[in-house]
């Protein structure tokens, strides 16, 4: 390759002199973590940073030790939904994460810029980069589960991501009028050929409960979730309503308030998934 920097954990690129070692890296070694699942989507604003905040508190409410790792790193939006203002501090060879207000501890650009609306205009490497710095450097220490809320797509970064961290697994988040069944496609391809499972697909903004009558409007077209479970073998699928409520409390900060019943099914999937070896 032309401009190859010898560096294969920042590249995407399967060309012959790819080293055939591991790609992982160990985290910092003030971290003990059991699980790692990554929240992915096909693109943004489908809920992804919300289905991992609803993740994060339920396995908090069952008074599991819980981390958010807020890999969006030019779109970072999890201290906010969590109303968390403190700034990450620094240690000799790392740096702590800020916790919410029921304990979860949470990485993020914002919780290290000196400005939340800093924007962060960066080379895709150097994204890559800071991301990894939140798995590596980051002293979590003690997590029965690490949520990462991944950056949209099936690009550079998320690919350095799913190469680098070692993941119990991949939970899906899609909307109805998604390409869907494309995304679920390269969503299932790309954890396939990185050899990590996918737990499940959660459809968001499902449906809308007309608050007169009742009824399910399937705003955004005809659900999709149960034909895919079907599909493609998915172990649960889940659908999680449009509701104005939520929009409220994670624009308040008090996303620790939310209903996380719609994803019992895939949280318990995600306990089922295999564990991590650091
Ligand atoms: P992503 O991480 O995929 O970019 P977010 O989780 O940031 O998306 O959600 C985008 C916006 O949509 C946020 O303002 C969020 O509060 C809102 N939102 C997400 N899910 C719902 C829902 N089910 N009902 C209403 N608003 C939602």
């Known amino acids: 390759m032309?401009?190859?920097?010898?560096?294969?954990?920042?590249?995407?690129?399967?060309?012959g002199s790819r080293?055939?070692?591991?790609?992982?890296?160990?985290?910092h070694r003030g971290t003990k973590v059991k699980r790692v699942v990554a929240v992915a989507s096909g693109k943004g604003g489908?809920?992804?940073?919300?289905?991992?905040?609803?993740?994060?508190?339920?396995?908090?409410a069952m008074g599991l030790k819980v981390g958010i790792l807020d890999a969006d790193i030019t779109g970072p939006s999890i201290p906010k939904a969590?109303?968390?203002?403190?700034?990450?501090?620094?240690a000799e060879d790392g740096f702590y994460p800020v916790t919410s207000k029921s304990g979860i501890k949470l990485i993020s650009m914002n919780a290290l810029l000196e400005?939340?609306?800093?924007?962060?205009?960066?080379?895709?490497?150097?994204?890559?980069g800071a991301t990894l710095q939140f798995w590596t450097d980051v002293i979590w220490d003690e997590l029965d589960i690490l949520?990462?809320?991944?950056?949209?797509?099936?690009?550079?970064?998320?690919?350095?991501v799913f190469q680098s961290i070692p993941l119990s697994g991949v939970v899906v988040?899609?909307?109805?009028?998604?390409?869907?069944?494309?995304?679920?496609?390269?969503?299932?391809g790309m954890a396939k050929m990185l050899d990590v499972p996918v737990l499940g697909l959660v459809e968001n903004m499902s449906y809308l409960v007309c608050p007169d009558c009742g009824k399910e409007i399937e705003v955004f077209g005809k659900s999709k979730a149960e034909a895919l479970k079907t599909a493609y073998h998915l172990p649960c699928v889940a659908r999680i309503p449009i509701d104005p409520a939520v929009t409220e409390l994670v624009n308040a900060?008090?996303?620790?308030e939310a209903d996380t019943d719609a994803l019992a099914e895939v949280f318990a999937e995600i306990m089922r998934a295999r564990t991590i070896r650091f």
């Open 82 to 90: 969590f109303g968390v203002t403190a700034r990450a501090e620094g």
């Open 46 to 60: 489908v809920g992804k940073s919300y289905v991992t905040s609803l993740l994060a508190v339920r396995a908090r």
């Open 173 to 188: 988040v899609t909307t109805p009028q998604d390409l869907v069944e494309l995304i679920v496609k390269k969503a299932m």
């Open 253 to 256: 900060g008090h996303v620790e």
């Open 115 to 128: 400005h939340d609306d800093d924007p962060v205009v960066w080379r895709g490497s150097l994204i890559a």
């Open 2 to 15: 032309a401009n190859c920097t010898h560096d294969c954990s920042t590249c995407g690129e399967s060309c």
């Open 147 to 160: 949520f990462i809320d991944m950056p949209p797509g099936t690009g550079d970064v998320p690919l350095t």
């Open 19 to 27: 080293k055939n070692t591991s790609l992982i890296k160990p985290p």
